[in-house]
């Protein structure tokens, strides 16, 4: 069976809400449930209503940036999981007549169409990126530069238009690390997600049972 634009659906074995474990090898039911215990809605990242935003990883500010290439590392390895399981991802190049496109092997990666220019610090603001292919999704899974700056002002206006934002913490950085430090903490504050790259993944595939399951697992995790 097909959704999505022509995603597979698969089935997981069923979890019992308010359940205290979860073991990722066994599968688990996609999306929201409640805890039973709290009564606290739990929201997980759902494949079929994410889209990745690379924000200005680009050619002359990578190299001042601290970790620049861990940075760089760790989203391409976000963007192919994601392109391995059919999730979009879109990219943002600030003012780069002046910075530079987006490095060379990534953008290589990327349609020309899911590459937004914009000279606003927030890739928001301009209007263009929410009009992009797969924009209209509700999961932002974020990475990139700078995180006090580009990636902040832009978190927090996809917080103000109503989208859920996960920030993946190993692949956004900035060029001292007390300002990332500080951007994290502001863009939680404000209702954004703090997560790693294997949470992202893991929850994409939902359970063991995903066709893409053992593909990712060679060629990403282990």
């Known amino acids: 069976m097909l959704i999505g634009g022509g995603l597979p659906t698969w089935s997981c074995h069923p979890r019992t809400a308010g359940a205290s474990e979860f073991d990722f090898y066994t599968g688990k039911i996609a ?5 039973g215990t709290s009564n606290q809605k739990i929201m997980r990242i759902n494949v079929v209503e994410s889209v990745v935003l690379v924000v200005d990883l680009q ?10 290439d861990a ?3 760790e989203a391409m390895w976000i963007v192919d999981v994601a392109q391995a399981i059919h999730v979009p991802v879109l990219a943002t190049e600030h003012c780069p007549r002046n910075i530079g496109l987006t ?5 290589s990666r990327l349609p020309a169409d899911c590459i937004v220019e ?3 610090f927030s890739a928001v603001t301009e209007g263009t990126l929410l009009q992009a292919p797969g924009a209209d999704r509700r999961q932002w899974i974020v990475v990139g530069t700078e995180a006090h700056v580009c990636v902040l002002q832009t978190v927090l ?10 920030i993946v913490d190993e692949a956004v950085g900035s060029r001292r690390p007390r300002d990332k430090e500080l951007a994290l903490h502001r863009m939680q504050q404000n209702g954004a997600e703090i997560v790693s790259r294997e949470m992202v993944a893991f929850e994409w595939l939902e359970c063991a049972e995903n066709p893409a399951f053992r593909d990712v697992l ?4 282990r």
């Open 31 to 35: 999306g929201d449930y409640l805890d």
């Open 59 to 68: 050619q002359r500010l990578l190299p001042v940036i601290n970790g620049g």
């Open 71 to 73: 940075v760089l590392a």
């Open 103 to 107: 490095d060379p092997v990534l953008r």
């Open 118 to 120: 914009k000279t606003h």
């Open 157 to 166: 206006d996809l917080l103000s238009a109503g989208r859920k934002v996960f």
């Open 218 to 221: 060679r060629r990403f995790i």
